[in-house]
């Protein structure tokens, strides 16, 4: 039987600090719905580097295993593609590298998940974007086969590397439909929300980071200009653990500051939780590989409002209210009419729950299957 290698280091966070980015949570719910396929017809062996040997044993799935004890490190690893030790150690067929880069010894021997181009189109100071259009676009050149989780990814990867659009395959992302659906016991949702996190107003919600693409910050300072032109009746609801010294003072000093909420460390269940009980939840960003939080919200019965850009419309479909540019005049308007309750969001509501009924992680795996086998014959 073929061999099949994933390398999971992405998801090594998780067991170190209970957390992990946008692309160590789609490999853990990727390699998760793997298992749950009876029958797989090749042999998982699922990879990962470190020296405290946490990987592959820690996710308790009924696949083997295989741990190099040496530092995941640039250094360490561009050493180690010089050599085929994870061909020797593994005997793989092929390898799956879900985290858009790699440094490894047979390049030809590897599927790629690429999320996003997005290095090759903006330019964020918290991100090694310059370097990694060094070294991403010759490596996809080189790989087997690329997976992407979007059309716009799609386009944007041929667009900007040069590839052939028969080397990708798109596959989007799944949603977790047991975890992210609608609550109807509302009552109960308001009294945990108050018990966990003295949520006791109507709320507008966002989910993000740290970003610049994001745009967290512009709903934010869009949420304290609109106060001064109206009395608001919805707080605002951030899940961002990190953000800016500056934003937390403008915060600070504005006459909304006890309605504006920052939360951090927060389990997918009170996430769950947060998208059941928010009034809408706000999407402003400028580039998305995907946009989990638009599946996510949308599955929750909840209506959500993004921009006509990348993959945003692609994912949210008819099922999202759409701002414009400027977006922080565009904030204002929708964000005040929602607040006056002059914009109808029941047939959001409705159309984003079947939007999001399309979306497994089931199917994402399935079709990942396929995408293994091509590689293997």
């Not at 009552?187 to 945990?192: A, F, G, V």
């Not at 946009?291 to 959500?304: F, I, R």
């Not at 414009?324 to 929708?334: H, Q």
Request: proline fraction near 5%; glycine fraction near 6%.
């Amino acid at each position: 039987m073929k061999r099949l290698l994933i390398d999971i280091n992405s998801i090594v966070p998780y067991y170190v600090t209970g957390k992990v980015n946008g692309i160590g949570r789609t490999t853990l719910e990727l390699i998760q719905a793997l298992a749950g396929i009876k029958n797989l017809p090749f042999e998982v062996v699922l990879y990962s580097q470190n020296m405290k040997g946490i990987g592959g044993r820690n996710t308790g799935l009924p696949f083997k295993t295989k741990h190099l004890y040496l530092p995941h490190r640039e250094k360490i690893d561009k050493l180690l593609a010089w050599f085929p030790i994870k061909e020797c150690l593994t005997g793989y067929d092929i390898m799956h590298i879900p985290h858009n880069f790699e440094y490894v010894y047979s390049p030809e021997k590897c599927v790629v998940t690429l999320h996003d181009a997005l290095f090759m189109k903006i330019q964020e100071e918290a991100f090694e974007h310059e370097k990694m259009k060094q070294i991403v676009p010759p490596f996809m050149r080189q790989c087997k086969h690329i997976i992407t989780c979007s059309e716009s990814s799609r386009r944007d990867i041929v667009e900007t590397m040069g590839i052939e659009p028969e080397k990708i395959t798109v596959i989007y992302w799944g949603i977790k439909h047991d975890l992210f659906f609608p609550q109807k016991d509302k009552l109960n949702i308001r009294d945990k929300l108050q018990s966990k996190f003295e949520l006791s107003s109507p709320y507008f919600l966002s989910v993000s980071c740290n970003a610049e693409r994001k745009r967290t910050d512009v709903l934010v300072r869009s949420y304290i200009a609109l106060s001064r032109e109206q009395t608001l009746s919805h707080d605002l609801v951030l899940v961002w653990g990190n953000p800016p010294l500056n934003l937390l003072k403008e915060v600070k000093n504005s006459s909304v500051a006890t309605r504006i909420h920052f939360l951090k460390n927060i389990s997918d269940g009170d996430l769950a939780l947060l998208y059941n009980g928010a009034e809408a939840m706000f999407f402003p960003s400028s580039y998305e590989g995907f946009g989990l939080p638009l599946l996510e919200a949308m599955a929750c019965g909840v209506p959500v409002i993004t921009c006509h850009n990348s993959s945003l419309d692609e994912i949210a479909g008819n099922a999202a209210i759409y701002l414009t540019e400027p977006l922080f005049d565009s904030l204002i308007d929708v964000m005040g009419r929602l607040d006056q309750n002059t914009i109808d969001t029941e047939p959001f509501v409705e159309n984003g729950i079947k939007r999001a009924a399309q979306f497994s992680w089931e199917k994402t795996a399935k079709e990942t299957i396929g995408v293994y086998l091509d590689a293997l014959k």
